[in-house]
């Protein structure tokens, strides 16, 4: 169960042959989802990140994916490009095993409202 912005949310770890979803979040009309394609190892590992309104992708919105380290770290990643999947995808660098927190923070149109989904995942 993930507690994010005060809703009570279930996340999802479906595995897949091909996406390994990491966590499956709802806020009013907003979905997000963040997933892998591979398994999670250490090094680089990349995340996607997909916006729906309404249940349709979004593109042309800035995420901004701050990944919370087990060491303490947070690392800092900026996209508004989606790829040919309609996911912002970024480059997560994995350096320990452990538990891992993420905050992604989004907005349609710059100088607009901005939205918050967070999560965890363990690495082990």
Do not use: C, W
């Amino acid at each position: 169960m993930l507690l994010v912005s005060g809703i009570l949310l279930s996340g999802t770890t479906s595995l897949n042959a091909k996406e390994i979803y990491l966590s499956h979040q709802t806020t009013k009309d907003y979905r997000v989802l963040v997933k892998v394609y591979d398994e999670l190892k250490l090094g680089d590992n990349e995340f996607n990140i997909k916006i729906l309104y309404q249940n349709k992708p979004l593109d042309k919105v800035n995420v901004n994916l701050k990944v919370y380290k087990p060491n303490g770290e947070v690392v800092e990643y900026n996209s508004n490009k989606v790829n040919d999947k309609k996911n912002y995808s970024f480059n997560v660098t994995l350096s320990e095993k452990g538990e891992y927190g993420y905050v992604i923070t989004y907005n349609i149109m710059t100088g607009g409202v901005t939205r918050t989904s967070k999560g965890s995942f363990a690495f082990n």
